[in-house]
């Protein structure tokens, strides 16, 4: 029977002999209603699944030569070829070898006769199609695939043909995709080896061929030798004057026909490049040819002769043209991201190196005509773009490689590359020229550490261009060098957490930062000037400031003027934020050699910030509010920012001077906090006043001078804080000042012993301070709930919060600190955790309340467990277990959305410190910890998708496991005398098959990050403590959970895995090896549908017995690959056909 088209007035459209003809006809009217505007979805799914169903029958593919051959319709065209695709890819193996014959010579036939006059995708579909049959069938059934092109190629009249079906070879035999046997993809990749000598060599032919023709005819005359294209660095760079020569002859005019076969080789040699060994295929004549065609990126002499030609004859427009060079500089880029250059093959890069930096030379070259930038402006974005890719590639891959060749002038190629940089159009481009040179500056600066012996020698040869760069670069980010490009830069939009203007300062200072670490003295002398000239403008501010009647105003009102200072003040703000940024050079082993240069920089940054906090900057009226206000603010900010960077510096001149104690020091850290305390106001702007507030946080915390707590700026900062009449500040500010204080008072103090350390003062002191702030917390009670309460409900969560978050910053501050200073703290705390412990119950149903007790209660158990005590540790965690009972658990799950799940994440955190904790104290916990999370939590969660508290809740059963094994395992001391003899004792045995049956359901699951996580956790503790030795895991569950990893790699639910995943499979198995491959393996194979008996054994014979990890592993992506290509091909066998 012959396949029909289905017709409109059964439910199977047409008579099932309907002619060709008349299915042509009905195929063609479906599909021009299946893409009309007027169809309904209803309709369209009805047409698909008629055509579908079609496609599926024996022998449809008859009808659709016919259709091809017959139609012009490009819908009916591209149905038919995806009906061939689908049955050579899905059903091959069941077509009568009779069928595949004819389809082998009709298809091939139907592309020679019409590939001239088939719209180009449809053609490149056919292509596609007939590479498909060659991915099957060559060279065994098919054996004249790859000689046909070969043959296409070199007849003129199908060279662009042949070039397209080589291209789409390249794409689907090098690297095939899924469905096909692994056996067959190393096959193929070796036939297509085999041919790669043949097709470079006929590449290279195509090209050369092109340019000669075309070069004889180029009407331009040869350059002058006065006309600047050859010099001394030119004649450096390339060694051999006849190179330079050729590249010099002038680009040839190509007519669109050989424009077009030039495009295409170069795909083909740029696809070929992906794949194919760096080897002596690839000859110097290919090189130089795609050299020759890299330069039309970059001449824009030809191009203007081609717009000037090309309205008289049949030529390539500029673009074009330019096109050719991208797909050249393409070509060259996949050389170079080659990372392992055989030695054969490193003068050829060498010689690629000379001739790309011949074409950096004629992109940078500077005459009158034309100044370098609106060359690079003139050029096609994309052949910049590739430009930067390969300097990028040379840089990062292979400048160790070329910089001994005595004849590569690598200082001449930073003069180019710094001309390239600097003259970028766009700012993305400029950004991937800073990402070059910071690359630079990391490989000399590693290459200095592993040779110090020659640090100097080193450093000499680059001297000059690292200060250069440091100018170049300190120049670009000032307003006063370059105003228009940096006002076209975007300051409110955040796209990764950074404006754009942000992103082009941070990687400029980056830059600086790098050349001040390898040259200290030039960095600092040159930007220090810099920074001087700002603040002077910044600092002269004061003779502008009147009186008037609202308070104080800039006198500075010319528009001109204002405009200077706004550029002035935003240079100042970047130029104090470069100053920050090289505090870390001035620290550490350096600290004595440069103290000058900081001390110099530190006292003008004091200065600075006193300056805009008594003169109040922040408050003052300017002509211009919406520009002028926000620069002032911010140079006040980043003063106090930079002065931050220099606290180390401070800690390390505090402990230089601690006996002394100069009056020196005692001044820098007084007058800084003269300035600090005035911004600690409601008053003042939040960024000012978090930059103080950090400020402070530094010289507490990092500083710690002995006697801060004495300065008159900080007593007025305490009692501010502890004024239940003054305002609060803004949240994060509250927290930061509170955190402050409390640090003055709990850390000890730098290079004094202890009985020097006046804890009992500050104890008292510390006490007071948390009394002051919790005052009003310690007041509620657990009736503020109730519905009588006397307070609103919303104030007392305010008190709640404010409390909390304050105390909790204090807590998490201190976890790390010596144990005096924990035991004081957790002294002025007690009260506040033991009414919070009374308070959780009562609103065990407000989660946002809950949500932020169980955060301070965690941080406690992190920080403080030891000072709380064992009684009242235990208190706590029975309070929360009574709390959470199962009703309470799926309310806060199921109900409560996000806040509900994050507190039940909270208290599995907090079960998580407790199960850690050494010694026997909480063991008496585990039964009940265990209970909740199998019987309670567990259950709650399994079948749910979403990821919510799982994470938490695997931690949690994993570090019960990991820190409390012996709770599962005793280990005797005969059995460990004994090894391998006697098994450990097992003890708890239903509660640890449990936990690892939560495992092994956790693989099934599609949530990837929990999958990555648990495998992680399974390893670990066969790591730590060999659980997949266990006689338990051995017998009972090792090979169901390689049957669930194998299953997991077949389905390819998880596939960025596959490498972990392969791992741990090899990990279990090699418990067993034996039962792995005796046992394990042949069951697997048997219980496995979708595949034939015959198959089962390939698959079982190619499974080697190999031990070793890589190898083994590789046999089971080979096993998963062929498994799943077997069944693809037992998928699209005909319904009853007879397997041999």
């Known amino acids: 029977m012959t396949p029909g088209m289905p017709s409109e007035t059964s439910k199977n459209p047409w008579p099932v002999a309907a002619s060709e003809e008349a299915s042509l006809r009905a195929l063609e009217s479906l599909m021009t209603e299946f893409f009309h505007d007027c169809t309904t979805n209803e309709r369209k799914r009805e047409i698909e699944e008629l055509l579908n169903n079609f496609a599926q029958q024996i022998g449809a593919w008859r009808f659709c030569l016919y259709f091809l051959s017959s139609t012009r319709n490009d819908y009916v065209m591209m149905y038919s070829l995806t009906v061939f695709e689908n049955l050579i890819n899905k059903m091959w193996l069941g077509v009568p070898s009779q069928d595949k014959m004819e389809i082998r010579s009709c298809l091939p036939k139907l592309l020679l006769a019409h590939h ?9 579909k056919l292509c596609k199609v007939i590479v498909d049959i060659g991915r099957q069938d060559w060279p065994m059934f098919y054996h004249d695939f790859f000689t046909n092109i070969l043959q296409l190629i070199q007849s003129p009249v199908t060279t662009p043909l042949g070039l397209i079906m080589l291209k789409t070879t390249s794409e689907e035999l090098a690297c095939p995709r899924e469905d096909l046997s692994v056996a067959r993809k190393e096959e193929l990749r070796k036939l297509l080896l085999d041919q790669v000598q043949t097709v470079l060599g006929l590449l290279t032919g195509i090209l050369e061929t092109v340019w000669d023709k075309h070069s004889v005819t180029a009407a331009t005359p040869p350059p002058s030798p006065t006309s600047g294209e050859s010099g001394d660095l030119l004649s450096n760079l ?31 040699l740029a696809h070929l490049f992906s794949w194919i060994p760096l080897s002596a295929s690839i000859t110097p004549s290919l090189l130089t040819t795609i050299f020759h065609f890299a330069r039309f990126g970059c001449d824009i002499r030809a191009r203007k002769m081609a717009s000037v030609n090309g309205s008289s004859q049949n030529c390539v427009s500029g673009q074009e043209r330019g096109r050719l060079g991208v797909l050249a500089m393409s070509c060259i880029n996949e050389l170079m991201s080659k990372n392992c250059v055989p030695m054969e093959f490193e003068e050829y890069l060498l010689r690629m190196f000379q001739q790309t930096f011949y074409l950096l030379q004629k992109i940078t070259k500077d005459n009158n005509a034309h100044t370098v930038k609106s060359r690079l402006e003139e050029l096609d974005e994309s052949y910049i773009e590739k430009f930067t890719d390969f300097l990028r590639l040379f840089v990062s891959v292979h400048l160790r490689r070329i910089e001994s060749y005595s004849q590569f002038p690598v200082v001449e190629f930073l003069t180019l590359l710094f001309k390239y940089t600097f003259h970028q159009p766009t700012h993305e481009g400029y950004f991937s020229c800073l990402d070059i040179w910071t690359l630079f500056l990391d490989y ?11 640090k100097e020698a080193v450093l000499n040869r680059y001297e000059d261009a690292l200060v250069l760069l440091l100018t170049e670069v300190l120049n670009r980010i000032q307003f006063r060098y370059n105003q228009a490009q940096l006002e076209e830069l975007d300051d409110e939009t955040l796209d990764d957490d950074q404006t754009e203007w942000q992103r082009y300062l941070r990687q400029s200072l980056e830059v600086v930062a790098k050349v001040m670490e390898l040259l200290p003295t030039h960095a600092f002398s040159t930007l220090f000037p810099v920074l001087q000239d700002n603040l002077e403008v910044y ?61 110099t920089v530190v006292e003008r940054l004091v200065k600075v910030t006193l300056y805009g906090s008594q003169i109040k900057l922040y408050n003052i009226e300017t002509a211009v509010p919406s520009v002028l206000k926000p620069d002032l603010i911010d140079v006040h900010a980043q003063s106090l920012a930079a002065l931050q960077a220099y606290s180390h510096w401070l800690a390390q001149y505090c402990s230089e001077v601690h006996r002394q104690n100069t009056q020196q020091f005692v001044t820098l850290i007084s007058t800084t906090m003269d300035a600090i305390t005035p911004l600690i106001s409601t008053k003042v702007q939040d960024k000012l006043l978090l930059s103080a507030c950090h400020l402070l946080v530094s010289l507490a915390t990092t500083v710690r001078p002995v006697f801060l707590i004495s300065i008159p700026a900080v007593q007025k900062v305490f009692n501010r804080i502890t004024d239940a009449s003054a305002l609060r500040l803004v949240d994060k500010a509250q927290v930061l000042v509170c955190r402050a204080l409390s640090n003055i008072l709990l850390l000890p103090w730098p290079n004094l012993p202890e009985n020097e350390q006046q ?72 009260e506040s955790v033991q009414v919070s412990l009374a308070l959780f119950p009562a609103f065990i149903h407000q989660s946002d309340v809950t949500d932020e007790m169980l955060s301070f209660f965690l941080t406690l158990f992190r920080g403080l467990r030891v000072q ?42 907090i079960l998580q410190v407790v199960v850690q904790e050494p010694g026997q ?15 309670q939590v567990y259950p709650i969660i399994a079948e749910r998708p979403s990821p919510d508290v799982k994470a938490e809740l695997f931690e949690l059963l994993f570090r019960t496991l990991h820190h409390n094994w012996r709770y599962f395992f005793k280990s005797t001391v005969l059995a460990s005398v004994q090894r391998g003899i006697a098994e450990e004792q097992m003890e708890n045995e239903p509660q640890f098959s449990a936990i690892m049956q939560a495992f092994g359901q956790s693989f099934l699951q599609p949530d990837i990050h929990l999958f990555k996580q648990n495998l992680f956790y399974l390893e670990t503790l066969n790591t730590k403590q060999k659980l997949y030795h266990k006689k338990i895991f051995r017998t009972a569950m090792l090979f169901q959970f390689v049957n669930v990893l194998l299953q997991v790699l077949v389905h390819k639910s998880h596939d960025l895995l596959q490498e972990e995943i392969g791992i741990a499979i090899y990990n279990m198995a090699s418990v067993d090896f034996d039962g792995f491959f005796a046992a394990f393996l042949p069951e697997f194979l048997t219980s496995c549908d979708g595949v034939d008996a015959n198959q089962k054994s390939v698959l079982g014979r190619n499974f080697k017995m190999d031990r070793d990890l890589p190898s083994f592993t590789q046999n089971v992506h080979r096993l998963v690959n062929d498994l799943r290509y077997y069944r693809l091909c037992n998928d699209s066998l005909p319904p009853g056909t007879v397997k041999l």
């Open 921 to 935: 104290v909480f063991k008496p916990f585990l039964p009940s910890i265990i209970a909740l999370c199998m019987e």
């Open 868 to 909: 709380m005590g064992v009684p009242f540790t235990e208190q706590i965690i029975q309070t929360f277990l009574n709390m959470f009972t199962r009703e309470q658990l799926a309310e806060s799950i199921l109900h409560e959305g996000s806040t509900g799940c994050r507190v039940v994440e909270k208290f599995l955190k």
């Open 238 to 268: 390339l060694q051999s004057p006849s190179s330079a020569k050729l590249l010099n002859q002038p680009i040839p005019i190509l007519d669109v026909e050989s424009e077009y076969i030039c495009s295409l080789a170069l795909e083909c």
């Open 116 to 124: 001239k006059t088939l719209p180009y995708f449809i053609r490149n």
């Open 539 to 599: 600092l002269g501010l004061q003779q502008f400031i009147v009186t008037s009647g609202s308070g104080h105003r800039l006198n500075i009102t010319a528009e001109n003027d204002c405009r200077r200072l706004h550029c002035s003040l935003r240079d100042l703000s970047s130029l104090l934020q470069a100053v920050g940024r090289l505090a870390e050079y001035f620290i550490g082993d350096v600290f004595a050699a440069r103290f000058n240069d900081a001390l």
């Open 444 to 454: 000399l600066t590693s290459k200095i550490k592993s040779r110090l012996g020659d």
């Open 759 to 830: 804890w009992p003062v500050r104890s008292i002191n510390h006490a007071s301070l948390i009394s002051a702030l919790s005052r009003d917390y310690r007041n509620l009670k657990p009736s503020a709930v109730a519905p009588q309460r006397k307070m609103p409900l919303d104030d007392t969560k305010l008190i709640i919060h404010q409390t909390l978050s304050v105390l909790e910053d204090i807590v998490e501050n201190i976890s790390g600190e010596s144990t005096k200073s924990r035991q004081i703290c957790y002294q002025s705390l007690q």
